[in-house]
Structures are given as C-alpha cells and as structure tokens.
C-alpha cells in the first residue's frame, strides 16, 4: 500500500528501510557492515553513482517471495520491480494469479506492469508506458532488477537479417531513472542475481547502468518490510 505525497521530502520517501541486508566484500564474502536503505543511504547512492548488487538470493523463488513480502509493506513510496524478460514477468504474474484463485493467462496476455501493494512489476520495455501512465501515484523509492545472472544489459540490439536495430534496454532503465528524481535524488538502483557475486562479471554492468562502483550484500540475509521493534 502506498500513500499519495505531496511535495515530499526524503524522510518522507524513505519512512524506514524496507531493504536491509548484511554488506559483503565481494571476493572473500566477509562481512563489513549493513545496508539499510534509508533517506541517507539513497542519497550517498545518487551522489556517488553506487550501484548494489544482493546476489547469493539462492532461487529466482527466494527473490520473489521477498519482493511479495516487500510489497505488502504499508510505505509511503512506491518500489519498481524489474523483471529480465516478459517470460520471466508471466511466470510472477501467474503465480500471484492462482494465489488469488484467478486462472492464469498467456504470457501474450499479462499486462506490461502491474501493481502490488508498495510495488510495481514491470521490464525494461515497460518502463517508458509505466511512467506515461498514472499508477506511480507516489515517488519511486528504488528500481529493483531482477537480474538473475546480471545478464539484461546484454541486450542492445536486434538483429534481423541484414539489419540492426538499436533496442537499448539499460537505457530504458536509465531513461526511467532520471525521469523520476526526487529532491534532486536518483532512484537507487538495485540488483538481485541468484549467484554468490563473485561468479558474476559486474564490470560489463557497471558502465552501461552509469554506475561508479558497486556494493554487494549478501542475499541470504535479506531483510526486507518494516524492521522489528526494538523493546
């Protein structure tokens, strides 16, 4: 659920840190900290164009039933979940479709986004409609991919026989990004893989997504929802 803002502030945006994980150095895994996606940490993120990477989720299971947990959190923004492919997007679709004791349709048939809760399921191609289309009733508090093996930004072109036709789909992300700034804030940007990141070539991702530099989390140990409270 999501809450209409007007003229928003930060604090406002960011409540409390929905996404929290324990942050890693990348080769040797070890523990250096924790990620919690506040106010503050979105801000360091814009400013010094940090990407985050939680790989070792384990399954593309795992990463979804963190993002349904994540988007029946009661905040105040909206978080865009991006999905690699528009086969990948039916299969989520659909599983939320028998959920609710709904039959399930065609990949040809689900819808380029739909929302739920706190969240909006979208890919790269229905980024641009999305934002056109009025359901982002409240700010963007992070783009989420799903990147399983940090692969989207592979495809830049389509190729039909002689001819190349450009289909840039890290600048859809890009476009998106800076279509919905907030206070002078970009979107963090945060990546989900089902690897340990040291499997990954992050290197090719970095430049095409603007990114200076990566964190990694460890997907294991992700939080996500409103932080339990402390007595």
Same mark, same amino acid.
């Given at each position: 659920?999501?809450?209409?803002?007007?003229?928003?502030?930060?604090?406002?945006?960011?409540?409390?840190?929905?996404?929290?994980?324990?942050?890693?150095?990348?080769?040797?895994?070890?523990?250096?900290?924790?990620?919690?996606?506040?106010?503050?940490?979105?801000?360091?993120?814009?400013?010094?164009?940090?990407?985050?990477?939680?790989?070792?989720?384990?399954?593309?299971?795992?990463i979804h039933e963190k993002?349904?947990?994540?988007?029946?959190?009661?905040?105040?923004? &909206?978080?865009? !979940?991006?999905?690699?492919?528009?086969?990948? @997007?039916?299969?989520?679709?659909?599983?939320? #479709?028998? $959920? %609710?004791?709904?039959?399930?349709?065609?990949?040809?048939?689900?819808?380029?986004?739909?929302?739920?809760?706190?969240?909006v399921f979208t890919t790269?191609?229905?980024?641009?409609?999305?934002?056109?289309?009025?359901?982002?009733?409240?700010?963007?508090?992070?783009?989420?991919?799903?990147?399983?093996?940090?692969?989207?930004?592979?495809?830049?072109?389509?190729?039909?026989?002689?001819?190349?036709?450009?289909?840039?789909?890290?600048?859809?992300?890009?476009?998106?990004? &800076?279509?919905? !700034?907030?206070?002078?804030?970009?979107?963090? @940007?945060?990546?989900?893989?089902?690897?340990? #990141?040291? $499997? %990954?070539?992050?290197?090719?991702?970095?430049?095409?997504?603007?990114?200076?530099?990566?964190?990694?989390?460890?997907?294991?140990?992700?939080?996500?929802?409103?932080?339990?409270?402390?007595?």
């Open positions: 659920m999501t809450t209409v803002l007007a003229d928003p502030t930060m604090s406002d945006i960011y409540p409390f840190p929905a996404i929290r994980a324990t942050q890693i150095a990348r080769m040797s895994e070890q523990n250096i900290g924790d990620f919690k996606l506040t106010a503050g940490m979105a801000e360091q993120m814009s400013e010094d164009d940090i990407g985050l990477l939680i790989a070792n989720c384990g399954s593309m299971e795992r993002l349904l947990d994540l988007a029946a959190t009661d905040y105040s923004a &909206t978080f865009v !979940v991006v999905m690699q492919s528009k086969k990948m @997007l039916a299969v989520w679709y659909n599983a939320q #479709a028998r $959920s %609710l004791g709904e039959r399930p349709v065609p990949e040809s048939k689900v819808p380029n986004f739909w929302v739920s809760g706190c969240c790269p191609e229905g980024l641009s409609g999305l934002s056109d289309s009025g359901q982002l009733s409240s700010p963007v508090a992070g783009i989420l991919m799903v990147d399983p093996y940090l692969s989207t930004h592979n495809c830049r072109v389509i190729r039909k026989g002689r001819y190349t036709i450009t289909h840039d789909r890290p600048q859809f992300v890009l476009n998106f990004r &800076t279509d919905h !700034v907030e206070a002078g804030v970009l979107p963090p @940007l945060i990546f989900f893989a089902v690897p340990p #990141a040291k $499997s %990954l070539n992050t290197k090719p991702a970095e430049s095409v997504y603007g990114l200076a530099t990566w964190w990694y989390a460890d997907g294991k140990r992700l939080r996500v929802g409103e932080p339990p409270t402390v007595s």
